[in-house]
């Protein structure tokens, strides 16, 4: 599907009151680069995509609209091979501008290459992109929480030290999901001082707020802020 084709479909599918809604909910992208295409929409899009030939789609990095690269991180979280897959989240994350193109990036082969996984995660950790650190935390929370979870994964979250708002906010989620899925190891870091206190709070805060959590849990967290 030729750009120009796809840019008249995104169109097409515009809904004025939700794009000025989506505009309220991601700042960081500019307002007239926000269509206003419902998810559904994208996601039966970008399966045509991937069914036809996403190659030249894929290949023309940066995209103008919001919507735009979120049919790219859908296309990307259908590629079934890993190094494809891996190369293709490599290549696309320097543009990714907006935490929901990056929450919506989830590639689908990465779940069955946990090994292989795990040092791309350590290095974008360490990535000076914000996107780029906040997509290692989400992907660490989603796949390294529960059979393949090693106490070290707190530590490699916890020890990243950033100012930025998506940054920090991505490890108080990973740290509530940990408190829910890892307790006893995750307890400890919600103590003043092994992570940064705004993280520590905020994650309390989202502790506090889960159903996952019980109510014992949850008395000992408010005793700890």
């Not at 000076?128 to 997509?135: C, I, N, P, Q």
Request: overall charge neutral.
């Amino acid at each position: 599907m030729e750009i120009s084709s796809l840019r008249e479909r995104l169109f097409a599918l515009q809904d004025a009151e939700y794009a000025d809604f989506q505009r309220s909910l991601i700042p960081t992208v500019r307002p007239d680069a926000i269509i206003g295409v419902r998810t559904p929409a994208l996601r039966a899009m970008a399966k045509e995509l991937y069914r036809a030939d996403a190659t030249p789609f894929l290949q023309d990095l940066p995209h103008h609209y919001f919507e735009e690269n979120q049919l790219h991180a859908f296309v990307i979280s259908l590629l079934p091979d890993f190094p494809s897959a891996a190369r293709a989240v490599a290549r696309f994350l320097p543009f990714v501008d907006n935490w929901a193109t990056c929450d919506q990036l989830s590639p689908k082969a990465f779940a069955k290459h946990p090994r292989e996984l795990l040092p791309i995660l350590e290095n974008w950790l360490g990535d000076g992109h914000e996107y780029a650190v906040r997509f290692a935390m989400r992907m660490l929370m989603q796949h390294f929480l529960d059979a393949d979870f090693r106490s070290e994964y707190l530590s490699w979250v916890g020890d990243v030290e950033r100012e930025e708002y998506y940054i920090r906010m991505m490890q108080a989620w990973y740290f509530a999901t940990a408190l829910a899925k890892q307790w006893d190891a995750s307890e400890p870091y919600m103590h003043p001082g092994r992570v940064g206190e705004w993280v520590r709070r905020k994650a309390i805060q989202k502790a506090i707020e889960s159903f996952r959590i019980p109510a014992d849990r949850k008395a000992h967290l408010r005793a700890l802020r």
